[in-house]
């Protein structure tokens, strides 16, 4: 079992960058891939990133695509979400997943962090 917690989340203005964090503990985070979810107000919770846990391959919703960096550290247990260019339409609170491979849709991972809140508005 592994608990995640998200960090990072803020108020940033359009074209503006955050850096969310989401770290793991309770078991080694190397053997899970890592998904970033968001939510926004009445929307469903959408997929827009993941990496995987072997090769670290990664993956990008197209509105995203370009904007958004995934990456691991496994030595310090954390998987980031670089978000550059934010709109905003990023506007949402994000989570982490962990599963032991990467889906699309929420129900495919087993374990979530608690959100942190993204704001982009000037």
């Known amino acids: 079992q592994v608990q995640l917690v998200e960090s990072g989340g803020g108020l940033v203005q359009p074209g503006g960058s955050l850096r969310l964090s989401c770290a793991a503990s309770g078991s080694t985070l190397e053997e899970y891939a890592i998904g970033w979810f968001r939510q926004a107000p009445g929307n469903e919770r959408e997929g827009i990133s993941c990496i995987s846990s072997s090769d670290h391959t990664t993956y990008y919703l197209d509105s995203v695509k370009g904007r958004f960096t995934i990456s691991r550290d496994n030595a310090k247990n954390t998987v980031y979400l670089q978000m550059n260019s934010l709109k905003p339409e990023d506007t949402a609170v994000y989570y982490c997943?962990?599963?032991?491979?990467?889906?699309?849709?929420?129900?495919?991972?087993?374990?979530w962090g608690q959100g942190t809140q993204v704001t982009v508005s000037s």
């Open positions: 997943a962990a599963d032991r491979r990467c889906g699309v849709w929420a129900y495919e991972y087993e374990y």
